[in-house]
């Protein structure tokens, strides 16, 4: 079993920073990747950015260049750090991760952070 622990959403002014982390316990060694996806009102989740165990990483196009997504191995948590912060950005934030189990690969979830950006 992998669980993940979300932090560090919160309020902020457009223009600003937050870093989101999460932190993965249980059966690490099965995770294949980690990611982060939002999920603002109305709208389906989307996929802001993954890390694979080899530290590729991608971006949905809308937060190429202001967000980062990075991993400690040593904790075993991810972070997103966010910046230059548009209201369009306020979502709910959820941590993510591939879970191998046997043949199969499935998706774990955090329990997800707000993040509201005002203008």
């Known amino acids: 079993q992998v669980q993940l622990v979300e932090s560090g959403g919160g309020l902020v002014q457009a223009g600003g920073s937050l870093r989101l982390s999460c932190a993965a316990s249980?059966?690490?060694?099965?995770?294949?990747?980690m990611g982060w996806y939002r999920q603002a009102p109305g709208k389906q989740r989307e996929l802001v950015a993954h890390?694979?165990?080899?530290?590729?990483?991608g971006y949905v196009h809308s937060v190429k260049g202001r967000f980062t997504i990075s991993r400690d191995n040593a904790k075993n948590t991810v972070y997103l750090q966010m910046n230059s912060l548009k209201p369009e950005d306020t979502a709910v934030y959820y941590c993510?991760?591939?879970?191998?189990?046997?043949?199969?690969?499935?998706?774990?979830w955090g329990q997800g952070t707000q993040v509201t950006v005002s203008s």
């Open positions: 993510n991760a591939k879970v191998q189990w046997g043949p199969y690969e499935n998706d774990k």
């Open positions: 249980g059966s690490i060694s099965s995770i294949n990747a």
């Open positions: 890390i694979t165990n080899g530290g590729s990483t």
